[in-house]
């Protein structure tokens, strides 16, 4: 990459708890000698800024939002639209194009073409040369219309589940094409990114893995126990409800197993209510939101991670749970199985059913040494393929 060469980084929300793999890439870029300004739609709330490298990225990203809501920038951004006539129309035709079905839907496009508006002016003062984005949905419409109206060209990293929901509302085809390249977090997401775009640009989605820093997960000298660790956001699409069940069938095995849920989310009261039915209030902890520094702690302390999703891309806290040299149990959906053999790193279940996962769970902890060995094929997988430096080298390469 050239001296002059400069990426606006985009996502809705940054620095986000749920999203600390966007942060580590943003670094591993920037150690590399890229020069990474951070943008985002929105600002995030102090329970966000666990960390002092949430705190500085807090501090330093340009949130569209914001800006928009001083009169003197979004009409400078407008002027400054309106000054060139050829783009400003190409823009609008896009906008149009590629606005959802229905008045509510088109009325949101509309803001989605001043936030473009903004950023797109904002990239142009600060001489950006390449704008990247994270996810495929609002964020990535604002990126794609801020390139059409500045000539600078967009790129996006593809995910799912959630940018597979809705293709259709998103335009996923339309931005494919638009993007210069796509870069896509695992073979499946790779397929679906195949089956919702022309042929002709199936050369731009290039593999290019979420990843974790190996190294801040040391493998912990302890001796085993039953402490059961779930990371995630308390959301419907993470399970809990299912490693809750599992977990109180495996209790009548061993009374002494704990579970510790890192996170928070819309669905917390109803699982702490849930905690309560089962009797399991002297066994579960709910921490809350925890620093990176927190995560690594409680992996280090744990003997099996659970992540029983119904719907995931290719989980980063997993590859933190193996990196920390822990056996694994969860789901076969998606990219998982890209990431988790069954038998030799974890253990993978068929998605949404208690007793299977009991069983599973029940396994792995029944077996010490063979859930050490699980743990340590894991850590080599994760150095292996899932080192966030190596895939930002990747990553670099594509945005030069």
């Given at each position: 990459m050239t001296q002059a060469t400069r990426i606006a980084y985009l996502t809705g929300e940054y620095p986000a708890v749920s999203h600390t793999f966007i942060l580590r890439e943003v670094l591993?870029?920037?150690?590399?000698?890229?020069d990474v300004q951070t943008c985002s739609i929105r600002r995030t709330g102090p329970e966000h800024h666990r960390g002092p490298d949430e705190k500085v990225a807090a501090e330093t990203t340009f949130y569209v939002l914001d800006a928009a809501k001083n009169p003197g920038n979004l009409l400078g951004a407008l002027g400054w639209a309106l000054a060139r006539p050829g783009r400003f129309w190409r823009m609008i035709r896009l906008a149009l194009k590629t606005r959802p079905a229905g008045i509510k839907a088109t009325v949101w496009q509309m803001f989605y073409l001043l936030e473009a508006m903004v950023l797109a002016h904002h990239c142009a003062r600060e001489k950006i040369?390449?704008?990247?984005?994270?996810?495929?949905?609002?964020?990535?419409?604002?990126?794609?219309?801020?390139?059409?109206?500045?000539?600078?060209?967009y790129s996006f990293t593809l995910h799912g589940p959630a940018d597979f929901l809705d293709t259709g509302r998103w335009h996923l085809g339309d931005k494919i094409a638009q993007a210069r390249f796509v870069a896509c977090i695992s073979n499946f997401c790779r397929s679906q990114g195949m089956l919702f775009s022309d042929d002709r640009h199936w050369p731009r989605l290039q593999i290019v893995h979420c990843g974790v820093e190996p190294d801040r997960y040391a493998p912990a000298d302890r001796p085993p126990g039953r402490e059961v660790l779930f990371i995630g956001r308390l959301a419907a699409a993470k399970g809990v409800p299912v490693l809750l069940e599992a977990f109180a069938k495996?209790?009548?095995?061993y009374p002494d197993a704990r579970l510790?849920?890192?996170?928070?989310?819309?669905?917390?009261?109803?699982?702490e209510a849930r905690t309560r039915e089962l009797g399991l209030t002297?066994?579960?902890?709910?921490t809350g939101y925890l620093s990176q520094d927190e995560v690594a702690a409680e992996l280090a302390r744990c003997d099996l991670f659970a992540l029983p999703s119904f719907a995931e891309g290719v989980p980063v806290v997993l590859m933190e749970a193996m990196a920390s040299a822990r056996?694994?149990?969860?789901?076969?959906?998606?990219?998982?199985?890209?990431?988790?053999?069954?038998g030799v790193s974890g253990r993978i279940v068929a998605p949404g059913d208690a007793d299977i996962f009991a069983d599973a769970m029940i396994d792995i902890?029944?077996?010490p040494e063979r859930a050490a060995r699980m743990g340590q094929a894991g850590r080599?997988?994760?150095?292996?393929?899932?080192?966030?430096r190596q895939e930002a080298e990747k990553l670099g390469r594509l945005l030069a």
């Open positions: 591993a870029l920037r150690a590399l000698g890229y040369t390449g704008i990247h984005n994270h996810f495929a949905m609002a964020s990535s419409s604002v990126a794609m219309l801020a390139s059409e109206l500045s000539g600078i060209p495996a209790r009548a095995t510790t849920l890192v996170g928070d989310g819309p669905a917390r009261k109803e699982l002297d066994a579960v902890r709910f056996p694994v149990l969860t789901t076969r959906i998606a990219g998982i199985p890209e990431l988790v053999e069954d902890l029944a077996q080599q997988k994760v150095r292996a393929e899932f080192d966030v």
